[in-house]
């Protein structure tokens, strides 16, 4: 952003009749109050006050979607605080420094002496007590809202002039702290003690309108009417990244389009929807990254990254998502699809899928039409997949012992071209079903064992999955894995009888004819395993499977197209782990082509550009693993 200077003068706000109730979360009488407005230069302006500002500003930022002003620190910023001492005070501030993890001074008053109250980035301190408040700010990074209650004796003394100065470091200070740097949209300041309910109501005014996190008090956000829209601590798992669309009259705040401040940009949702007063639509997430999830059975690969939706104030509405795909470490398709998976049940029961409409040049995906109901709970969840334009998700309920055909597989088909074959087999069940729209399928009659599901639509594109039906009450092993690790020539030890119950049997088997019984086995070889565990003769397979380490840190290259006709190519990399990876490109004669390097993720995807026909080859680094290809290009 570049840095100009400006004097600001602060002009008298006259406030309408019809806005003499608007108050921040409904809490009457804020004694000063100052948010930026949306105009071309940036202006912290006042909003009842007749108090002058002068200072230097930056260009106008944005959190959530309003405007913030920046502060460069090169000039004092201040404002007068006439009529009081504020012995007691409740001080509301919005800010995001850009100069973090250094303690930085975002404001602090003074009187015609001293300096009195500090406010930085790790502390709030009243330097004529020296009393100090400090705190551990675990992401520095990120915008916050602080709110602090200052409670003090008031003298008999009279009223002195104060001024508050934003953003600039006093010079007799005695902390250590630099100048800060950032945004500040809003700040807030009541000459009285609030309440715990109304600290918590302008607390959440401020956090749902700049899209931030609200941490304290227990992370309950409430209306203006005190009316809980959001419990953080029932929904202590999407407490993360918060944000949310809201009509609260009483406040003034009317929000369509929202997203968390944290990461502008990664996960937008907006409504066109006529909103009724004190309507919320809130959201967080599990703060996972979308990278694959362990497969359920039956179900798509999911990524790691879900969001819970709570829902108050109107049956239902309907929105628009902007999902940001740049972050998604996946291996990828040639042209990924992404998919929304829906459960309102609360208990993660995934029954209903939404594809997205389309996929812009930024790797946005859009999903434009999708409605959120006030269920029993009043809570959606959301998870994310990542695959191809068919989607086959299979419902298994699994049998019991004492009726080995009362399962069932409820098939889903989306995104398949009418009519489509949907076939289950296994070694002891077949059947077959044609089916015209996509509403599910059930096949009746399973009994505990491996299956294959296969679809084929009317266009021939054919989709298969395949999963293990088990016995609903067979002993389930407790602490077995899916997945291990073995050293090559090591070997590794299993027991399978933690935290189970006495009476059990076990019987393992694996590659090359492997075969034990014991709840303890050491395994020397690599291959895909199982372990059967019974009990009166009611079974429970577990499969797993044991690898060794990658010798090469490439599990795949993909270069599309190939030949080329003209000169543009996509580049597709799958990694082991997290790895930084270069690309070169050299002529056949050995020159230099181009250069480029990524770094943070497990999956790349490069597009490049040779100008000129011939075969060129691709070189591919990470770590000490290096593989080439080549590509033809035909101009």
């Avoid at 599309?560 to 056949?588: H, Q």
Wanted: glycine share 6%; proline share 5%; aromatic share 10%.
């Amino acid at each position: 952003m570049k840095a100009f200077s400006a004097t600001l003068l602060l002009l008298v706000v006259i406030l309408h009749a019809s806005a003499q109730n608007v108050s921040p979360g409904g809490v009457k009488a804020p004694r000063y109050w100052y948010l930026t407005t949306n105009t071309k230069r940036p202006v912290l302006k006042s909003v009842f006050s007749a108090d002058s500002i002068a200072g230097s500003l930056t260009d106008t930022g944005s959190l959530n979607f309003r405007p913030a002003a920046g502060f460069s620190g090169v000039t004092p910023v201040r404002f007068a605080l006439p009529g009081s001492n504020l012995h007691k005070a409740s001080y509301f501030t919005v800010y995001k420094a850009t100069n973090a993890p250094k303690e930085s001074l975002i404001w602090h008053t003074s009187n015609d002496d001293s300096t009195r109250l500090v406010l930085t980035t790790s502390r709030t301190a009243d330097l004529s007590d020296k009393r100090y408040l400090n705190y551990t700010d675990l992401h520095p990074d990120r915008p916050k809202v602080n709110a602090y209650l200052h409670q003090k004796t008031a003298d008999s003394s009279a009223v002195q002039k104060m001024e508050l100065h934003i953003g600039c470091k006093k010079e007799d200070s005695t902390l250590p702290v630099i100048t800060f740097k950032g945004l500040l949209p809003e700040l807030l300041i009541y000459d009285r003690v609030l309440s715990n309910e109304e600290l918590l109501r302008v607390s959440s005014y401020l956090c749902l309108k700049y899209g931030v996190t609200l941490s304290e008090p227990e992370a309950t956000y409430l209306n203006s009417a005190a009316r809980e829209i959001w419990d953080g601590t029932q929904h202590s798992e999407f407490h993360n990244n918060m944000a949310g669309i809201i009509r609260d009259d009483s406040s003034g705040l009317s929000q369509k389009k929202a997203c968390t401040s944290n990461a502008p940009g990664s996960f937008i949702v907006s409504t066109k929807d006529s909103l009724p007063d004190l309507s919320a639509l809130l959201w967080g997430d599990n703060d996972l990254a979308l990278i694959p999830d362990e497969k359920r059975p039956g179900q798509p690969v999911h990524l790691q990254r879900q969001l819970l939706f709570n829902l108050s104030g109107t049956d239902s509405m309907q929105i628009a998502i902007a999902l940001d795909t740049k972050k998604a470490d996946i291996a990828y398709p040639l042209k990924p699809v992404y998919w929304l998976a829906i459960d309102r049940t609360g208990k993660e029961n995934f029954q209903e899928f939404v594809k997205m409409d389309r996929l812009d040049e930024q790797q946005i995906a859009h999903f434009n039409k999708l409605v959120i109901r006030k269920e029993n709970t009043g809570t959606t969840r959301l998870g994310l997949i990542a695959g191809n334009d068919i989607l086959l998700a299979a419902t298994i309920t699994e049998p019991l012992c004492a009726d080995p055909a009362s399962g069932k597989v409820r098939v889903k088909v989306h995104g398949a071209i009418y009519p489509y074959h949907v076939s289950v087999k296994s070694d002891k069940y077949q059947q077959e079903i044609t089916a015209a729209s996509e509403d599910g399928i059930n096949f009746y009659g399973v009994h505990a064992g491996n299956y294959v599901v296969t679809v084929t639509d009317a266009m021939q594109h054919v989709v298969t999955d395949s999963f293990y039906v088990n016995n609903e009450d067979g002993p389930k092993p407790a602490e077995l894995q899916s997945k291990y690790l073995l050293n090559e020539g090591a070997s590794l030890t299993l027991n399978a009888s933690e935290r189970m119950v006495d009476g059990i049997s076990y019987q393992w088997k694996g590659p090359q004819g492997f075969a034990n019984a014991g709840a303890s086995v050491t395994l020397t070889k690599a291959g895909p395993y199982s372990l059967i565990t019974s009990k009166n003769g009611c079974e429970y397979v577990k499969q797993f499977v044991v690898s060794h380490p990658p010798k090469n840190a490439f599990r795949n290259v993909l270069i599309y197209p190939n030949p080329s006709t003209t000169g543009s190519f996509e580049v597709s990399v799958s990694l082991d782990k997290v790895s930084p990876v270069r690309m070169s490109i050299f002529a056949e004669d050995g020159r230099h082509i181009t250069t480029r390097e990524l770094d943070g993720f497990a999956n790349y995807r490069f597009s490049s550009y040779v100008p000129y026909s011939g075969l060129y080859y691709v070189n591919f680094s990470a770590g000490l693993s290096v593989t080439t290809r080549k590509i033809i290009v035909l101009k």
